[in-house]
């Protein structure tokens, strides 16, 4: 299943699981703006 969906949050450890068996991304908070701040320079 991949749903497309971004996970954020700072507990990274805790979705280990649920991103290696349903395929989600999962990221920081911070990673999500440097991720925007990229698009954004396109």
């Known amino acids: 299943m991949n749903a ?3 996970i954020v949050t700072e507990n ?7 991103r290696e068996s349903l ?3 999962v990221v920081t908070p911070f990673e999500l703006i440097v991720r ?3 698009r954004k320079k396109r």
């Open 36 to 38: 925007f701040q990229k």
């Open 4 to 6: 497309g969906a971004i």
């Open 23 to 25: 395929e989600l991304q």
């Open 12 to 18: 990274l450890r805790d979705f280990r699981q649920a």
